[in-house]
């Protein structure tokens, strides 16, 4: 029986369920949604179901897609057929790059009952491995009742959500008790778990754990040919209201600077920004150039951060000088040995870079001034920066043995 919140919610989401494909394709027109793919949206499936057992891993958006990419290939590796969800067009381009062999995508289900009871009945998974902080009751449940082994990993739980939660505390209790394992990312999130009920076990971030970003090397010998002698910062994953920031702190450093957008669709906005600045840009995107003239090169493209990580000498993370986004994760150009700087809003890895910061691993920049000295200290001190580079690198190689230690945990849910 469910608590009186949780069924309600499920009443009004079946009474709403009807309005989904319009919503759906309103959001296609917008470019939101795949409008090839909607049905996917609404339970019905792009590809027949494999035969024997098979394991659902999801992460909503990119970041927590990528993070599960370790993950997914440790499990294809023992023969386990996968099917990976998400929930948006971004995440779903770079995961059919670069998801294992085999490995199947589609996009999650919205939550509503008839929608999952679709998705439920043609995938049939053995086990649910679900990332962050995707906590959908009725795909939950639905899942439960079906005898799926749910997994939530690398748990993630801002205060704000507890808060909600704390407000139907039964419908939090039957929503966290039907896990049968939940790793939290930290200590906070893992306090807030348990003020509403749940049971955790060990830490685990799955954004501290994988294999440097890739790279075609053809691709990037073209990219330094193109770079020349030149130093070069890249500006890396950022947001409307942080490259103009970025941009006037480099301008005094003598380097290239690569920008790179965290949503590529930006490409053209940002270009005119640094054009508006001074700088001689060129776009990724569109194909034009970089040329021995431009000072500015806008990397509006999709799946090539590894490429430009390998090409610079500094990296400045983005979404850490704009209020709200709260950084984004040093691990993947610390995996390369770049030296990091960032801005002082980084609250979604707040503890992977206080121990960076503490082992010199990455340096926090207050505002645009300090983010400018900075930048030409590292640039100008031939020594400073491969140290910071190395305890970088040395910091991420680190956090590879919690990967084994979540497959252990793993192990009693999915099938032999």
């Known amino acids: 029986m469910r608590p009186l919140p949780l069924a309600l919610y499920a009443a009004a989401t079946g009474l709403a369920e009807p309005l989904a494909p319009g919503l759906l394709r309103r959001r296609a027109a917008r470019g939101k949604e795949d409008p090839a793919r909607i049905g996917e949206r609404l339970g019905r499936a792009g590809v027949a179901r494999p035969p024997g057992p098979l394991i659902w891993l999801h992460g909503v958006s990119v970041g927590e897609s990528l993070s599960l990419l370790p993950l997914a290939q440790a499990?294809?590796?023992?023969?386990?057929?996968?099917?990976?969800?998400?929930?948006?067009?971004?995440?779903?381009?770079?995961?059919?790059?670069?998801?294992?062999?085999?490995?199947?995508?589609?996009?999650?289900?919205?939550?509503?009952?008839?929608?999952?009871?679709?998705?439920?009945?043609?995938?049939?998974?053995?086990?649910?491995?679900?990332?962050?902080?995707?906590?959908?009751?009725?795909?939950?449940?639905?899942?439960?009742?079906?005898?799926?082994?749910?997994?939530?990993?690398?748990?993630?739980?801002?205060?704000?959500?507890?808060?909600?939660?704390?407000?139907?505390?039964?419908?939090?209790?039957?929503?966290?008790?039907?896990?049968?394992?939940?790793?939290?990312?930290?200590?906070?999130?893992?306090?807030?778990?348990?003020?509403?009920?749940?049971?955790?076990?060990?830490?685990?971030?799955?954004?501290?754990?994988?294999?440097?970003?890739?790279?075609?090397?053809?691709?990037?010998?073209?990219?330094?040919?193109?770079?020349?002698?030149?130093?070069?910062?890249?500006?890396?994953?950022?947001?409307?209201?942080?490259?103009?920031i970025i941009a006037r702190a480099a301008a005094g450093a003598g380097a290239l600077l690569i920008v790179a957008p965290r949503h590529p669709d930006r490409g053209q906005a940002v270009a005119a920004v640094l054009s508006q600045l001074g700088y001689s840009t060129a776009r990724r995107a569109a194909g034009e150039p970089l040329s021995a003239t431009t000072t500015a090169y806008v990397a509006d493209t999709l799946g090539e951060m590894g490429l430009f990580f390998r090409a610079c000498d500094v990296v400045v993370m983005g979404g850490s000088f704009v209020p709200g986004v709260g950084g984004h994760n040093p691990l993947e150009p610390a995996r390369l040995g770049v030296p990091i700087l960032t801005g002082p809003d980084v609250f979604n890895a707040a503890a992977t870079y206080e121990e960076m910061f503490d082992r010199v691993a990455a340096i926090r920049c207050a505002g645009e001034a300090a983010l400018a000295r900075d930048l030409r200290g590292l640039l100008n001190e031939p020594l400073i920066a491969p140290r910071i580079g190395r305890a970088a690198l040395a910091y991420a190689e680190r956090q590879g043995a919690a990967l084994d230690q979540a497959l252990a945990l793993l192990s009693p849910l999915l099938p032999a």
């Open 75 to 244: 499990l294809a590796r023992h023969g386990l057929t996968l099917l990976v969800t998400s929930g948006t067009r971004t995440s779903a381009e770079l995961l059919g790059k670069r998801l294992p062999p085999g490995a199947i995508h589609q996009y999650a289900p919205v939550d509503a009952p008839g929608a999952v009871r679709r998705f439920l009945d043609h995938w049939r998974p053995d086990a649910a491995i679900q990332v962050e902080s995707e906590l959908w009751p009725n795909l939950i449940l639905g899942a439960k009742a079906r005898g799926v082994k749910l997994a939530l990993i690398s748990a993630r739980m801002t205060q704000a959500s507890a808060d909600g939660w704390r407000r139907a505390p039964a419908a939090a209790r039957a929503v966290l008790g039907a896990f049968d394992l939940i790793l939290p990312q930290d200590a906070d999130t893992e306090a807030r778990l348990r003020a509403l009920g749940a049971t955790t076990g060990p830490h685990l971030n799955l954004k501290n754990i994988g294999a440097p970003l890739p790279a075609d090397p053809a691709e990037l010998e073209r990219l330094r040919a193109a770079i020349g002698d030149r130093r070069v910062i890249l500006a890396a994953s950022t947001h409307p209201g942080e490259d103009e």
